[in-house]
């Protein structure tokens, strides 16, 4: 179902013409091997980087007993907590649902949000997985289209969902800025070719020749996490492969610029 947000009027705001994103897997507010509760940590480095798009994945929505363990636990949803003062608007979509609690993907934001709709992806007999479908309102521009995504650690349910990516991608307006982020669980690299068909393209398979080493986040081997635009450019595409970056979470982030 589509969650509509109460629409901006943006008339009088100078036209923006490129985005600051970042993508990054959270893995639950915990270091990579879930010794250390690292959210506040996290926050502080998000903020430092002064994104305008911020595409989350496994970031929890609640959970009942970690607070009890954790003295730094904050009891608000981690989306609201990462978003703080610096993101006013944020969209979350709930994926896994278990006895202590929940998480899926969100999207923080500084534009207005027109829309958005969590789309269930999940493969019968595994993981929970969804694609966050956000719409923003930027000024001077159409409707700028995103969508989160966490794909499964299979072949097999990779291959259905990215059917299901692509479905969405072609009920986007073909003339709609977009950009796809998050992590995909591609080792074998065969998302690229895939979605060449809908006319996307890998910000660092175009800059580098391939995606992004990004796991695990101290020794990153696997190309796992992508960032994909339609109908958009990009410039410094980064790989945020330093401290404290290589101790927050299982996953390295990725950030880069889009030009619309």
């Not at 490129?18 to 998000?46: I, M, Q, W, Y």
């Given at each position: 179902?589509?969650?509509?947000h109460p629409r901006p009027k943006l008339e009088q705001a100078?036209?923006?013409?490129?985005?600051?994103?970042?993508?990054?897997?959270?893995?639950?507010?915990?270091?990579?091997?879930?010794?250390?509760?690292?959210?506040?940590?996290?926050?502080?480095?998000?903020?430092?980087?002064?994104?305008?798009?911020?595409?989350?994945?496994?970031?929890?929505?609640?959970?009942?007993?970690?607070?009890?363990?954790?003295?730094?636990?904050?009891?608000?949803?981690?989306?609201?907590?990462?978003?703080?003062?610096?993101?006013p608007v944020f969209a979350y979509g709930r994926n896994a649902?278990?006895?202590?609690?929940?998480?899926?993907?969100?999207?923080?934001s500084k534009f207005p949000i027109l829309r958005h709709d969590?789309?269930?992806?999940?493969?019968?007999?595994?993981?929970?997985?969804?694609?966050?479908?956000?719409?923003?309102?930027?000024?001077?521009?159409?409707?700028?289209?995103?969508?989160?995504?966490?794909?499964?650690?299979?072949?097999?349910?990779?291959?259905?969902?990215?059917?299901?990516?692509?479905?969405?991608?072609?009920?986007?307006?073909?003339?709609?800025?977009?950009?796809?982020?998050?992590?995909?669980?591609?080792?074998?690299?065969?998302?690229?070719?895939?979605?060449?068909?809908?006319?996307?393209?890998?910000?660092?398979?175009?800059?580098?020749?391939?995606?992004?080493?990004?796991?695990?986040?101290?020794?990153?081997?696997?190309?796992?996490?992508?960032?994909?635009?339609?109908?958009?450019?990009?410039?410094?595409?980064?790989?945020?492969?330093?401290?404290?970056?290589?101790?927050?979470?299982?996953?390295?982030?990725?950030?880069?610029?889009?030009?619309?």
């Open positions: 179902m589509t969650t509509p100078p036209a923006v013409r490129s985005l600051r994103v970042l993508t990054v897997n959270t893995h639950k507010g915990f270091s990579a091997l879930n010794r250390r509760f690292v959210l506040p940590e996290l926050r502080d480095a998000v903020r430092t980087l002064s994104a305008d798009v911020v595409f989350l994945q496994e970031v929890l929505g609640t959970h009942r007993h970690h607070g009890k363990r954790f003295d730094n636990w904050t009891d608000i949803p981690q989306y609201e907590f990462l978003a703080d003062t610096m993101w649902v278990y006895p202590d609690g929940e998480h899926g993907n969100a999207l923080l969590n789309r269930d992806i999940s493969v019968h007999g595994t993981e929970a997985r969804g694609l966050l479908h956000s719409v923003l309102a930027v000024p001077g521009q159409t409707e700028v289209h995103t969508v989160c995504v966490h794909l499964g650690l299979s072949e097999r349910q990779r291959r259905q969902q990215m059917n299901l990516l692509c479905q969405l991608l072609d009920e986007i307006p073909e003339d709609a800025p977009v950009i796809v982020a998050g992590d995909f669980n591609d080792w074998r690299q065969r998302a690229d070719r895939q979605l060449a068909e809908s006319a996307l393209t890998e910000v660092f398979s175009q800059a580098l020749g391939a995606p992004a080493k990004t796991f695990p986040a101290r020794w990153p081997l696997l190309r796992l996490d992508r960032i994909y635009l339609r109908n958009a450019t990009a410039s410094k595409p980064r790989i945020l492969g330093r401290k404290p970056w290589t101790h927050l979470s299982d996953h390295l982030p990725l950030a880069v610029e889009v030009h619309l």
